[in-house]
């Protein structure tokens, strides 16, 4: 990981314990910077302070949001917010285990993520926020060498969903599991494979394949970094999937 | 001084740049003449045969061009790379490399890009054959769990590598994500009796060779261009051995031949045999009488030649060390009789012993030992277990498999009352190497085996494998022994 986090220790001194007593199972995140992959993007991107999930949401707090708000159930969801695979693992998996309810949400999609949120006042994370507090270094003493070779040995493990949510490490800023379970939505997950610059719309798709990934990027050799955002250039707003669940986040009262 | 440089640099600059456009203009002509004519109609429509290497599937036979359905999946799976060694391959069709695919110039193929909703990460397919953005990656990017579609005109002829283009590049090719697509002309290549696809490729793992267990993607290996392994058809041993390609005395190969990388160019030669054809680069260029061809990483090749007498091919990379310490190496069984007009076998054998000539070690014993850590003694089972796959690395090559060796050349292992009446249950042949003549079961040996650098557990299984497997008479050699012999020397 090559991305430089400067972060205000003092403001979460300051600000923290207030703040979390009145929202527990979040955490706040001081502001700070931190380096984008992608150099198009700018050099140093400032992220405000904000609060975000300690965990990955779990099928249990998914079921109490589908129980309250039937629309978002596996049945009635509508297509274009959800494709056929929405939930498919919860009518699979044969009983209902304690462990099942503690695991990840997957086959969520972006839509429903988005209304899971919103139903307890909060709102999915930017891709900077996510980006920023994944960045936060895996607390010592939990046998992790990097977080790259965390990531790296994730992808090869193929298994993070099967785990508990809060099970594989705890960061510098209390996060649990922001790499190695799930992948996660963020609210503007389609951002690299857009632009402001419509003269550019047909390029920059590409300057996360072949060639032009290695000029364009902040750190060639992230590769862990490239996938995710790769991942995040293959999918759309209404896909499911096995390994994909989210967290959410909100922002901190002025 | 300086301005007579500046004319001679403009001078050539000159010459060289009105050559290029000389040279481009015959080349369009010529380019002209492959490309496919687009006004020819496509009738009809197949769906294409699949093939893992190495075998190829048979081409069309339809006599007008046609549209090709291409059903790919993508799988990301742990399988073994070779003996006792795992790894989670990225795959075109769940092997490496991925499925062979066969269409005409001037077909048009309909390609589905079906990622299994068990996979980790999105995926996308680069086919050099295709003319069009990214060669079809842009439009086949695929998240787990969903398809994408796209259609090409196959335009030109030649052999082609596919491969994914999801970022990071790198580290999906050197996971595993390549294959060839061959693009023959309408009518078909000329027929041969024999048709194989072998592709070379590296891994780059966090253990060194035949480091046993799973082993995962090592990328600073893969920046300094460094593998562990470089394999043919995806794992040691993939085309080799019991898998080898089987053809008969007097029938005619051709190979189709492919190098998925990622980093390294492939010396591509096979031992006993001339390539009577090369189309060199996989394209339409033809060489002839060709003892070893270049195969660029992401490119390809196709080789023909006639077997004209029995024995085993081996296909390798005669970048050497690839091919005897790495793995590069498959091979061709020809079966049928002897030709001795074309070749004798040996004639006659003698002493030679030119002066001053030493014989050089590999290493010395002691300094196997030295380097190595600890290891805790291992039960007979654990022995035997590892024997089997020490031997396969290390002796297997001149004592064969059987143990029984080659008469007349490399002593047998089997009953061997040779071996037997050491007092050193051949501790020290291993840790010293042996020369000289012996005689074992009755016949005679006059050779040399050079020491092996291996560490005291090591030694101790391959010996009891050796004891045990060959009708020695059974027994448990332990590490402490063979550190006693060597502490001894």
Not at chain 1, 70 to 75: H, L, M, N, Q
Not at chain 1, 94 to 109: C, R
Not at chain 1, 205 to 234: H, K, M, T, V, W
Not at chain 2, 427 to 432: P, S, T
Request: glycine share 10%.
């Amino acid at each position: 990981m090559k991305r430089i986090v400067t972060s205000a220790i003092f403001f979460l001194l300051l600000g923290c314990c207030d703040l979390q007593a009145q929202h527990p199972g979040m955490k706040t995140i001081p502001a700070g910077t931190y380096k984008p992959l992608m150099k198009t993007v700018a050099d140093e991107i400032t992220v405000g302070s904000f609060l975000l999930d300690e965990k990955p949401v779990t099928n249990a707090q998914f079921k109490a949001f589908t129980d309250a708000r039937a629309e978002w159930s596996p049945t009635r969801v509508k297509a274009l917010f959800a494709d056929n695979q929405y939930l498919q693992h919860w009518d699979s998996s044969g009983a209902w285990t304690d462990e099942i309810d503690l695991m990840p949400v997957v086959y969520v999609s972006w839509f429903a993520a988005k209304a899971y949120c919103s139903w307890l006042g909060k709102r999915l994370p930017t891709l900077d926020e996510w980006e920023y507090a994944a960045a936060g270094k895996p607390e010592p003493g939990q046998n992790i060498s990097s977080t790259e070779t965390l990531i790296l040995n994730w992808y090869s493990r193929m298994s993070g969903e099967n785990h508990l949510s809060g099970s594989i490490y705890r960061n510098e800023y209390g996060l649990w599991d922001m790499h190695g379970l799930v992948w996660e939505w963020v609210y503007d997950f389609n951002r690299v494979v857009s632009n402001d610059d419509s003269r550019n719309s047909e390029e920059i798709p590409s300057g996360l394949f072949c060639g032009s990934a290695s000029l364009n990027s902040a750190g060639a050799s992230d590769y862990a970094s490239f996938i995710r955002y790769a991942f995040r250039g293959s999918i759309t707003g209404n896909y499911t999937m096995r390994r994909l669940g989210f967290r959410c986040a909100q922002s901190v009262q002025q | 001084m300086k301005t007579q440089h500046i004319k001679k640099t403009m001078m050539i600059l000159i010459v060289s740049v009105s050559s290029v456009l000389l040279w481009q203009s015959c080349t369009q002509q010529e380019q002209s003449r492959t490309y496919s004519d687009l006004t020819s109609e496509v009738t009809g429509e197949v769906i294409a045969e699949l093939t893992d290497a190495p075998f190829v599937p048979a081409r069309i036979t339809a006599k007008h061009n046609t549209k090709v359905i291409v059903h790919l999946e993508v799988i990301e799976q742990p399988m073994r790379l070779a003996d006792g060694v795992e790894y989670t391959f990225w795959t075109f069709g769940g092997k490496v490399p991925g499925k062979f695919i066969r269409v005409r110039q001037g077909d048009q193929v309909e390609f589905h890009l079906h990622n299994h909703p068990d996979n980790m990460l999105p995926h996308n397919i680069d086919l050099h054959a295709v003319t069009g953005p990214g060669g079809g990656a842009e439009a086949s990017l695929v998240a787990p769990g969903k398809s994408a579609q796209f259609s090409f005109r196959a335009l030109n002829q030649g052999l082609y590598v596919y491969h994914c283009a999801t970022a990071p590049v790198g580290m999906h090719i050197a996971n595993g994500m390549y294959g060839l697509i061959l693009v023959e002309p309408l009518e078909g290549l000329p027929a041969v009796d024999h048709e194989f696809y072998v592709m070379q490729s590296e891994f780059y793992t966090s253990g060194g060779f035949g480091q046993k267990g799973h082993q995962e993607f090592d990328m600073q290996k893969a920046l300094d261009e460094r593998p562990d392994y470089v394999v043919m058809n995806g794992a040691v041993g993939a085309s080799a051995g019991e898998n080898a390609m089987k053809v008969k005395v007097g029938e005619s190969v051709r190979l189709y031949l492919g190098n998925g990388g990622p980093n390294l160019v492939s010396s591509f030669h096979v031992i006993g045999e001339i390539f009577d054809k090369v189309y060199v680069e996989g394209g339409t260029l033809i060489n002839r009488d060709v003892q070893t061809t270049l195969i660029p990483a992401g490119g390809s090749a196709i080789a023909e030649f006639t077997c004209e007498v029995p024995g085993t091919l081996h296909l390798v990379d005669h970048s050497i060390f690839r091919a005897f310490n790495k793995g590069a190496l498959a091979q061709i069984k020809v079966v049928g009789d002897e030709n001795h007009q074309v070749f004798t076998g040996k004639e006659k054998e003698e002493v030679y012993l030119p002066e001053g000539s030493a014989i050089q070690r590999i290493s010395s014993g002691k300094q196997a030992a030295a380097s190595s850590e600890p290891i805790p003694e291992k039960s007979l089972n654990e022995r035997l277990e590892a024997g089997a796959i020490l031997y396969k690395q290390n002796c297997m090559a001149c004592h064969m498999d059987h143990g029984g060796g080659i008469p007349g050349t490399f002593p047998t292992l089997v009953n061997s009352d040779f071996l037997k009446a050491r007092a050193d249950k051949g501790i020290g042949i291993i840790l010293e190497g042996l020369q000289g003549e012996i005689t074992v079961n009755g016949s005679n040996y006059n050779n040399i085996m050079p020491a092996v650098a291996l560490n005291d557990d090591q030694v101790a299984s391959i010996l009891t494998y050796v004891f045990n497997r060959f009708e020695n008479g059974g027994g448990h050699i332990k590490a402490a022994e063979v550190a006693e012999w060597r502490n001894k020397k």
